[in-house]
């Protein structure tokens, strides 16, 4: 195998382990979802909250124009988020245009 072979096989297998942890976040984040919707289905809170979801997309951009990430990007990804999100927590409100 030539060295720029075992290079990319390399990147690859870092890319996989990056993945893997982002599934591993996002499983987090999910489990901390259903919990809050049980929690606002106790207290009799609504499940979906348009000023919070757009604060969270908002920081996500902020967060990724400062590490340089594409903020269009982060932002139609963070929107799938809070769709999966509010799905987990019990309701089905359409999310924001990508």
């Known amino acids: 195998m030539s060295a720029p072979d075992a290079t990319l096989g390399a990147l690859r297998d870092e890319v996989a382990r ?4 982002l599934l591993t976040l996002l499983a987090q ?3 901390v979802a259903r919990r809050i919707g049980t929690l606002k289905r106790d207290a009799g809170w609504p499940v979906c909250d348009p000023a919070r979801e ?3 997309v ?6 990724a124009r400062a ?3 594409p903020e269009d990007d982060v932002r139609a990804l963070t929107w799938r988020l809070v769709a999966l999100t509010r799905r987990v ?3 089905s409100v359409p999310s924001a245009p990508a």
């Open 18 to 21: 990056i993945d893997e942890a």
């Open 89 to 91: 927590q019990g309701t």
């Open 29 to 31: 984040r999910l489990d």
């Open 58 to 63: 908002r920081r996500a951009a902020e967060h």
């Open 54 to 56: 757009a604060r969270v």
């Open 67 to 69: 590490l340089g990430v």
